[in-house]
């Protein structure tokens, strides 16, 4: 077996940490599905952190609460955990939508 097939086998480890950049968080949380697009929207005022404009370096932690205007709709979702890697069906229990 190929060293490549034997990693594709091994299950994803979650490594909680204590705080992420805006823009990978909202990639590793499929919030937004690229990081390149997840930083055009920090950087044009689509997205705050607690009431704040969130550039993409801003620092998020568990707590914290993110508000996301696309287009006429607005949402808010609560930081629940945060991990450096998450799998496709375990991104979504790193935050909790507020309405």
Known sequence: MS????E???PVERVEIS???LDKFLKIS???K???VANDACSTGHIT??????KPGTSVRPGD???IRFGEQYHEYEIVS??????KQDASSMYRAKS
């Open 3 to 6: 060293r490549k097939a034997m």
């Open 8 to 10: 594709a086998k091994k």
């Open 19 to 21: 705080s992420m950049r």
């Open 30 to 32: 499929r919030i937004i």
């Open 34 to 36: 690229r990081r390149s």
């Open 49 to 54: 952190v607690n009431g704040k404009e969130g």
């Open 65 to 67: 609460v993110l508000g």
């Open 82 to 87: 945060i991990a450096e890697h998450a799998a």
